[in-house]
């Protein structure tokens, strides 16, 4: 960034309000580009430069060949998307409950919903095993029952959607508080059932919010690590998630961790790039997003 | 279809919205719930819709009891007072929300869009999104809505109060002529009298959740029930006085007040319309004040002169007819005789709520 040159003298009072001397936006600006591009950029760079120093080829077979990567990779694919829809469906209750009623313990209900961001993920997971493992409160009920939890599948899920949670429900709420009641109750005196007032109006507004959360959630899910790895128990080929998969490679074979790592990276990126697509919607003036309707409301 | 409520209560919390309210509305009569903020008469609105449910009391449309049926099933027009169109619909598919629940099918439901589009004067536009339309055209396209499944009544909240002037008063008019047109029992919320006079077959005034009084805009403007309606409906002058053997004695001036024969004499507070009230330049007995000129504006339909009582330094407003004004050559500072044509008398219970 090279400071600008000298303004014209009669400009200069009007101009001096909005804008700092050329050193502190030189020190301000290149101090924070500064810090992206070695906590940012070089490990995102490095990432894809490790996992390709072998040639693609190589990394094609650390992905596809090892039979245990794929297995992660399968589990990921399953593991994220049930718990994005379960928090889909709890997040949007809870944001209707939250933003149209009040109730007793709405209070609390919204400062439970903060807890899985307050909490650590390892602690989240440990509570899991506590509840459900073979020495927890249910874990003698579930053996005699033959269900697992802990240890398989479920648990992963579960754990996965306690850590991910707020997201939807965080997203949802200030957007269905902004845009109000006035519609729904519209469509209910124009003789709407509670479903179709719901998917007529409710939906399409919150659609934007909902897909925002959506991704947000997805990105977490995916790449979670702190409380899948307390209720997995790492079982190779069984229990073994991406972002654990990523960690055990990188004790015995590093460069195939960075070929996992670098398809994991790559979600985030498609993460961030379809977010920004949609907050590039949701904030022009031509679209019918969610902030655009809260200041047609002033 | 006629609209009664019987003694409704509704509480917010603590807050006491609606007071023991009852109300008729005739079959066909447009009626205007007139009122401070805050008076309940929203509530009310919302009750008689069913978007807001009282706690105790009865809503009647004819002789159905339709206290415990939910908006849903009322089939009641209602017209928010931000429209509340849906913002993802077209206009169009806003107008035919109602017949599409209701299963119509295509072409009927296309048949009466285009039928209302015509009503509110909006051919054409059936392809527009309501942010691409004006205030005005929002509010008429709200209506159009909730006219489309044919209603049993049409309930308005506040239906101009987000307008400019101009506009408000082309839609007040119009909606009289649809309401001449069309026919069906409706009622309005308003904060503006002269809104709910100008449309209104029946005023209905509300303060602090209870009816102060009910009747046309001319027997409620000419005879107001009591000082809080008097006060509300436009501007008034209050003299504070006594009322003693037939007069209304307010310092040095003495009026004749019938209504009152009784010997010993009783705290009142008379209420003068500024247009009911007279400038000389000569004193007429006891029956007017002298006052100072302190202000005049002659712009507008009256000429309004402030004025300064010289006994007591009240404030008088006087309303003067544009002739009246040009005859008295007022100017600032001038000492003239202020004397009302017309009185009305509050005693203090009236006038202490």
């Known amino acids: ?298 | 279809m006629s609209i009664t409520v019987r003694n409704v209560c509704k509480r917010f919390g603590k807050y006491v919205a609606l007071d023991r309210v009852s109300l008729d509305v005739p079959s066909g009569c447009l009626l205007a719930l007139l009122g401070p903020s805050g008076s309940g008469k929203t509530t009310l609105l919302r009750i008689i819709a069913g978007l807001e449910i009282a706690d105790s009391g009865n809503v009647l449309y004819l002789e159905e009891d339709i206290t415990r049926t939910s908006a849903r099933d009322r089939n009641v027009g209602f017209v928010f007072q931000h429209y509340a169109l849906f913002k993802h619909m077209t206009v169009f598919e806003n107008i035919a929300f109602a017949l599409r629940i209701r299963g119509w099918p295509n072409d009927k439901v296309s048949q009466r869009v285009h039928e209302l589009l015509s009503l509110i004067r909006l051919e054409g536009l059936e392809r527009r999104y309501p942010s691409q339309l004006s205030g005005g055209q929002r509010q008429r396209v709200a209506l159009a809505r909730s006219l489309a499944a044919q209603p049993r009544v049409l309930l308005l909240d506040e239906p101009f109060g987000a307008l400019d002037a101009k506009v408000r008063q082309e839609l007040r008019q119009w909606l009289r002529r649809l309401h001449d047109d069309i026919g069906v029992t409706s009622v309005f919320v308003t904060h503006d009298q002269e809104e709910a006079f100008e449309v209104a077959d029946k005023v209905v005034v509300m303060n602090r959740g209870r009816i102060e009084q009910t009747g046309t805009p001319h027997e409620v403007f000419e005879h107001p029930a009591n000082a809080f309606v008097m006060d509300f409906l436009g501007n008034v002058n209050v003299f504070h006085g006594r009322v003693e053997n037939g007069r209304a004695v307010l310092g040095k001036m003495e009026l004749a007040w019938p209504d009152y024969p009784h010997n010993e004499s009783s705290p009142a507070a008379v209420y003068v319309r500024p247009h009911e009230l007279d400038i000389d330049l000569a004193p007429d007995g006891v029956a007017s004040i002298q006052a100072r000129v302190m202000h005049i504006n002659p712009a507008g339909s009256v000429a309004r002169v402030q004025l300064e009582a010289v006994d007591s330094g009240n404030l008088i407003q006087v309303d003067l007819s544009p002739s009246r004004y040009k005859e008295l050559d007022l100017q600032n500072g001038a000492l003239v005789y202020v004397a009302p044509r017309r009185i009305r008398v509050f005693m203090p219970e009236d006038y202490s709520i």
């Open chain 1, 1 to 298: 960034m090279e400071p600008k040159p000298q303004e014209p003298a009669v400009l200069v009072p009007a101009r001096s309000v909005r804008q700092d001397p050329w050193y502190v936006r030189w020190i301000l600006i290149s101090s924070a580009l500064l810090l992206v591009v070695f906590l940012v950029l070089v490990p995102l760079i490095n990432v894809f430069c490790q996992a390709l120093a072998d040639g693609p080829g190589v990394y094609w077979a650390y992905l596809i060949k090892d039979a245990n990567t794929r297995h992660a990779i399968g589990l990921t694919l399953i593991v994220a998307p049930i718990a994005v829809i379960m928090n889909l469906v709890f997040g949007v209750a809870a944001a209707w409950a939250i933003a149209r009623f009040r109730f007793k313990g709405r209070t609390l209900l919204v400062t439970l919903i903060d807890l899985p961001f307050s909490i650590s993920p390892v602690v989240a997971g440990l509570l899991f095993i506590v509840l459900f493992g073979r020495e927890g409160y249910l874990g003698p009920w579930l053996q005699a029952h033959d269900i697992k939890i802990i240890f398989a599948t479920p648990g992963l899920i579960l754990a996965t959607a306690f850590v991910t949670l707020p997201f939807v429900a965080r997203e949802l709420i200030p957007v269905m508080e902004a845009i109000g009641p006035e519609e729904e109750l519209a469509a209910t005196s124009l003789g709407a059932t509670g479903w179709q007032m719901f998917w007529k109006v409710t939906v399409p507004n919150i659609k934007w919010g909902i897909l925002y959360g959506v991704i947000l959630c997805n990105a977490r899910a995916m790449g979670e690590f702190g409380a899948v790895n307390v209720v997995s128990g790492r079982i190779i080929g069984q229990t073994d998630t991406l972002p654990l998969r990523v960690e055990k490679l990188f004790q015995d074979k590093p460069s195939a961790s960075y070929a996992v790592a670098s398809v994991l990276t790559l979600l985030a990126l498609v993460t961030i790039v379809l977010k920004a697509i949609l907050e590039s919607k949701t904030h022009s003036p031509s679209s019918d997003g969610p902030l655009q309707e809260v200041a047609l409301r002033e």
